[in-house]
Nanobody, 128 residues
Framework: AQLAESGGGSVQAGGSLRLSCLYR???????MGWFRQAPGKEREGVAT???????RYAESVEGRFTISQDSRESTLYLQMNSLELEDTAMYYC????????????????????????WGQGTQVTVFS
């Protein structure tokens, strides 16, 4: 798969951003997700969506972030509202190559190890 994120930028705390991920899937996928990595920290899962539209969020973004997908446009979105300083990170989209259906019983976990294709990332910086 090929994935390309866009939409990052600098925003004041409390503001909003919408990230986009344009993807090309050459084989298949079951899960897609948004991840983020702050300097000196592990890459963490933010939100995932499976091929049937089931969604899971990290507790830290529940109620503030919304993941969605437009299959016709081959685009994954992450709408981020009420941004906090702690949301500052490089944001990545990823796909699992279809493996989650077999390895996790179809549950799209937020573990980076379940995903094998990644975009180059887009930086989100939240300032006070």
């Amino acid at each position: 798969a090929q994935l390309a994120e866009s939409g990052g930028g600098s925003v004041q705390a409390g503001g909003s951003l919408r990230l986009s991920c344009l993807y090309r899937i050459f084989t298949t996928y079951y899960c897609m997700g948004w991840f983020r990595q702050a300097p000196g920290k592990e890459r963490e899962g933010v939100a995932t969506i499976d091929i049937d539209g089931n969604i899971r969020y990290a507790e830290s973004v529940e109620g503030r972030f919304t993941i969605s997908q437009d299959s016709r446009e081959s685009t994954l979105y992450l709408q981020m509202n009420s941004l906090e300083l702690e949301d500052t990170a490089m944001y990545y989209c990823a796909t699992d190559g279809g493996t989650s259906l077999f390895t996790t019983g179809g549950v799209c976990r937020r573990s980076k190890y379940d995903y094998d294709s990644w975009g180059q990332g887009t930086q989100v910086t939240v300032f006070s």
